[in-house]
């Protein structure tokens, strides 16, 4: 059975930076593009990165490009997010997700992680 | 970016009715739109994908259509665990995004 578990979750002030870490567990982890997604206080989902298998492509959402970076270490089966220039409304919880893409159906996310909170305040 | 709009934003509905959920693309994303439910304090979980494919060990009573900008998620009669949130998905572009969510509420 697949297993996601997220960590390096935190309270930190404005400006400042936080490493989220998901361990995969179960899967062949190196097989499978990897999202992180957030989800704010009483909000809906919000995509926020992928990172494809073998880690040649990443994309990110418009709200966080060029503050931060996914990354994956196929050797330790573990997925990161490296989160700089913190702001409040980067405050949410934060999943990571495996991604399994159909010939004809196209991506689907099917193993998410518990979630780890990030709490960006003064 | 490729836009996502659902409705209605919530829903109150009782055990055993039929609910339809609708969802629209801003461009056509041919049938890559997913389904994903949410309890509160869980991370979501998929029930349709490629907008009528039933992931396994979802029950039947979920169903999914449509193709290019409009999709549909039916549950044929409601369950008292069906009450959550429910939020569309497209993974055509790889710029993901997701619907604003529907919530089902206990009439």
């Known amino acids: 059975q697949a297993q996601l578990v997220e960590s390096g979750g935190g309270v930190v002030q404005p400006g400042r930076s936080l490493r989220l870490s998901c361990a995969a567990s179960?899967?062949?982890?190196?097989?499978?593009?990897m999202h992180w997604v957030r989800q704010a206080p009483g909000k809906g989902l919000e995509w926020v990165a992928v990172?494809?298998?073998?880690?040649?492509?990443?994309y990110y959402a418009d709200s966080v490009e060029g503050r931060f970076t996914i990354s994956r270490d196929n050797s330790h089966n573990t997925l990161h997010l490296q989160m700089n220039s913190l702001r409040v409304d980067d405050t949410a919880v934060y999943y990571c997700?495996?991604?399994?893409?159909?010939?004809?159906?196209?991506?689907?996310?099917?193993?998410w992680g518990q979630g780890t909170q990030v709490t960006v305040s003064s | 970016d490729i836009q996502m709009t659902q409705s209605p934003s919530s829903l109150s509905v009782s055990v055993g009715d039929r609910v339809t959920i609708t969802c629209r693309a801003s461009?056509?994303?041919?049938?890559?739109l997913n389904w994903y439910q949410q309890r509160p304090g869980k991370a979501p979980k998929l029930l349709i994908y490629?907008?009528?494919s039933l992931q396994s060990g979802v029950p039947s009573r979920f169903s999914g259509s449509g193709s290019g900008t409009d999709f549909i998620l039916t549950i044929s009669s409601l369950q008292p665990e069906d009450f959550a949130t429910y939020y569309c998905?497209?993974?055509?572009?790889?710029?993901?995004?997701f619907g604003q969510g529907t919530k089902l509420e206990i009439k």
């Open positions: 461009q056509s994303i041919r049938i890559y």
């Open positions: 990172i494809w298998f073998d880690g040649s492509e990443k």
């Open positions: 490629g907008a009528s």
């Open positions: 179960g899967f062949t982890f190196s097989d499978y593009g």
């Open positions: 997700a495996r991604e399994v893409v159909g010939a004809t159906t196209g991506g689907r996310w099917d193993y």
């Open positions: 998905q497209q993974s055509y572009s790889n710029l993901y995004t």
